[in-house]
């Protein structure tokens, strides 16, 4: 069975803070994503990477950097965390084949006060 | 840029009547289109994707169909149930995305028993 996972569902950090979120897929999939999602403004991709080591930037990874350093892991990094980050933060993966379907983890619910 | 809308934004029905759920998108240069259905404070689970070659997609009481040529697609959920409750998103993929799914902003269904 498909499965992607993420390390919290709920974090709470402070303004200033470095956070980590952790995102695992055991398919051996190529491509991960990294989105957020806010009320009124949907899914909005910050980053991705289409192998280890490769990232691209999403529609907008500014706050963010990312890091990939095995295939199944993907990692996003807020170098000092704002309230504006407040946020739920989605990560998916997807195999590159003809469909390219994407798989989604439960989500992290971010807090930043 | 793609432009991806789903209208009605929230819809309700009675328990039994049959769900029809729009999506329309800009750019009829699509490689796929991916539903998800996302319930409160989860990630997302796919249920169905359509290549661009395709008219429609079945599973269970789920049918998707696609017009690339009027840049839209219909997510018909037959005999409704209260379990149907959820977001439903679509998903556009373009050629030449890379494998990035460009996301409507999803209509909220209420089956009531």
């Known amino acids: 069975d498909v499965k992607v996972t993420q390390s919290s569902r709920y974090l709470v950090k402070r303004t200033g803070e470095k956070v980590f979120l952790e995102c695992v897929q055991d398919?051996?999939?190529?491509?991960m994503f990294w989105y957020r999602q806010d009320p009124g403004l949907g899914l909005r991709l910050i980053y991705f990477?289409?192998?280890?080591?490769?990232?691209e930037k999403g529609d907008i990874p500014e706050g963010y950097s990312v890091s990939r350093e095995k295939k199944e892991r993907f990692s996003l990094i807020l170098e000092s965390a704002s309230t504006n980050q407040t946020s739920m933060y989605l990560c998916?993966?997807?195999?590159?084949?003809?469909?390219?379907?994407?798989?989604f983890g439960p989500g992290t619910r971010l807090t930043v006060t | 840029k793609q432009e991806v809308t789903q209208i009605p934004a929230a819809l309700s029905v009675p328990e039994g009547e049959n769900l029809v759920l729009n999506c329309s998108f800009t750019?009829?240069?699509?490689?796929?289109l991916q539903w998800f259905r996302q319930d409160p404070g989860k990630g997302l689970t796919s249920l169905l994707l359509?290549?661009?070659?395709?008219r429609e997609q079945t599973s269970g009481r789920l049918n998707a169909s696609l017009d690339k040529s009027s840049g839209r697609s219909t997510l018909y959920i037959a005999a409704s149930q209260p379990g149907d409750s959820a977001t439903y998103l679509c998903?556009?993929?373009?050629?030449?995305?890379?494998?990035?799914?460009?996301f409507g902003a999803g209509t909220q269904v209420v089956v009531t028993p």
């Open positions: 750019d009829s240069a699509i490689y796929n």
């Open positions: 998916a993966s997807s195999v590159r084949d003809i469909t390219y379907e994407q798989y």
């Open positions: 990477s289409y192998d280890v080591k490769m990232k």
């Open positions: 998903a556009v993929m373009t050629t030449d995305s890379w494998g990035k799914l460009q």
């Open positions: 398919m051996d999939h190529e491509n």
């Open positions: 359509i290549q661009s070659s395709q």
